[in-house]
């Protein structure tokens, strides 16, 4: 059987306990909407204000794959990567934290509530550090880790670890609703 | 899917005619002659090993977070010691049909290296 994934966005809830998983695909497009609230919808709503000095945040996303579908033996190898180009104008940052909070079938304890649009940098207990997403290509890709046993993924329900994202918006940035952006999943599967 | 040829002419087979599963791990190593990957009945690739070529195989399958469109590459090759260096040989069929043989694996996505079963893994 060939294995299926979804990705999720973990929201709501406690510290260590998401109130709300959410199956990104069945959303938009776009299928996650960057904003200053932490909850799936994707409207016009809470926008990142742009400051009139400094730099404004929006909510950090904590996203993940989840098998929907077992693959015969095992998946693995998982990576993460963008086009190399931001394309959401000047002014505006896409970053990926550094740090993959756990996440897996049996635990949440990597999850952190987003409450306030503070950078995840050190307010994440999990992420002491970011990389911008586009710097991540298809030749340079973040390895995404899976903490289930083995770090395989081989049954239903099972998970990669959270990648948390989030968007920056400088002083220079303009107004507006902006382009959207892909990113890519990769797996092997056996 | 693939057909895990063994050196007495009996071959083992991803999927049964009863559409049982047979799994990569079961695949007798020591047995193995030839690694066959199908699609539709046909085949793609025939690919012969000797003793002491350790067969790689993996489906590489890459997912767009927005659209979901997912694409799928298979990577089936071997490698193997000679003197006390590591040799491999790796073929890349894509979801297109067209095949690419490397020797190496390199950093690109559809190039870099999977991570090793144990299976799979040179002895020193």
Redesign the interface.
């Given at each position: 059987?060939?294995?299926e994934?979804s990705?999720m966005f973990d929201f709501g809830g406690s510290d260590g306990s998401p109130g709300t998983e959410q199956d990104?695909?069945s959303l938009?497009?776009?299928?996650l909407r960057y904003k200053q609230a932490d909850n799936a919808t994707i409207d016009t709503n809470n926008p990142v204000p742009i400051p009139s000095s400094g730099t404004n945040y929006s909510y950090w996303k904590q996203v993940y794959l989840k098998c929907t579908t077992a693959p015969?033996?095992q998946v693995?190898?998982v990576?993460l990567?963008s086009d190399g180009t931001n394309s959401l104008s000047t002014g505006i940052n896409f970053y990926v934290g550094d740090e993959l909070p756990t996440k897996n079938s049996g635990s949440d304890t990597g999850y952190e509530i987003c409450d306030s649009a503070v950078t995840m940098v050190s307010n994440h207990s999990g992420i002491t550090a970011q990389t911008d997403v586009f710097s991540y290509t298809?030749?340079?890709?973040k390895t995404i880790s899976i903490s289930e046993s083995g770090s395989i993924i081989d049954a239903v329900g099972e998970t990669t670890n959270y990648i948390v994202l989030q968007m920056s918006v400088a002083d220079t940035a303009s107004t507006g609703d902006k382009t959207?952006e892909?990113?890519?999943?990769?797996?092997?599967?056996? | 899917m693939w057909k895990a040829v063994y050196e007495d002419g009996t071959f083992l087979p991803q999927y049964n005619e009863d559409n049982s599963t047979n799994k990569y791990p079961d695949i007798n190593r020591s047995k193995l002659v030839c690694f066959i990957i199908l699609k539709d009945g046909k085949v793609l690739l025939k690919m012969n090993l000797s003793k002491g070529q350790r067969l790689i195989y993996r489906k590489r399958i890459r997912k767009n977070s927005r659209t979901g469109v997912t694409d799928v590459t298979i990577l089936v090759g071997w490698q193997m010691l000679i003197k006390g260096v590591s040799v491999k040989h790796i073929h890349l069929i894509f979801s297109d049909g067209s095949i690419e043989t490397i020797p190496n694996w390199s950093g690109d996505r559809l190039y870099s290296s999977p991570n090793f079963m144990e299976c799979e893994k040179l002895n020193g």
């Open positions: 059987m060939t294995a994934f990705v990104i695909s938009g497009p776009p299928n015969d033996t693995d190898n990576k990567y298809s030749g340079s890709s959207n892909d990113l890519t999943y990769q797996y092997d599967e056996i | -």
